[in-house]
Nanobody, 123 residues
Framework: QVQLVESGGGLVQAGGSLRLSCAASGRTFSKSTMGWFRQAPGKVREFVSTITWSGERTYYADSVKGRFTISRDNAKNSVYLEMHSLKPEDTAVYYC????????????????WGQGTQVTVSS
């Protein structure tokens, strides 16, 4: 059974930082694109960032570019999201996704999803 488990969310003040982790089990994703999405209250889930299997290519939503950094450790079957200069509008449930073969910008590209971790940024 494939599982993706996110961790690292929490409550932080505006301007602060958090590091999200996502550990996968049940199969290896070392040859798959992995990514992060988020869903704010009352809004649809949106793309945040993605990283190709080798880690050579990363993509970011314009809203987080320059503040967030995605990385992965294939030996640990894990993906990470470093978040800096957090803003109240970053408040959302953050979801890890895995199993995409393309760029991984669209939800439909992914086969596996985590349960999400809450990030709350206070003003």
């Amino acid at each position: 059974q494939v599982q993706l488990v996110e961790s690292g969310g929490g409550l932080v003040q505006a301007g602060g930082s958090l590091r999200l982790s996502c550990a996968a089990s049940g199969r290896t994703f070392s040859k798959s694109t992995m990514g992060w999405f988020r869903q704010a209250p009352g809004k649809v889930r949106e793309f945040v960032s993605t990283i190709t299997w080798s880690g050579e290519r990363t993509y970011y939503a314009d809203s987080v570019k320059g503040r967030f950094t995605i990385s992965r450790d294939n030996a640990k079957n894990s993906v990470y999201l470093e978040m800096h200069s957090l803003k109240p509008e970053d408040t959302a449930v953050y979801y890890c996704a895995a199993g995409a073969t393309g760029w991984g910008i669209y939800e439909s590209e992914y086969h596996y999803w985590g349960q999400g971790t809450q990030v709350t940024v206070s003003s």
